[in-house]
């Protein structure tokens, strides 16, 4: 659906943990800086 391979996907999830934007627990993603996560989305 994201036009792009699981691996790379991998790549950006563990990212973001490395900079905690995100923690993954059983498979669950939870989110701890999203307006950080949103400016990157959306940069101006």
């Given at each position: 659906m994201l036009g792009t391979t699981r691996q790379t996907i991998n790549k950006i999830i563990q990212?973001?943990?490395?900079?905690?934007?995100?923690?993954?627990?059983y498979g669950f993603i939870t989110i701890k800086d999203k307006p950080q996560l949103m400016a990157m989305m959306n940069p101006t």
């Amino acid at each position: 659906m994201l036009g792009t391979t699981r691996q790379t996907i991998n790549k950006i999830i563990q990212s973001w943990q490395k900079q905690y934007l995100i923690d993954m627990h059983y498979g669950f993603i939870t989110i701890k800086d999203k307006p950080q996560l949103m400016a990157m989305m959306n940069p101006t």
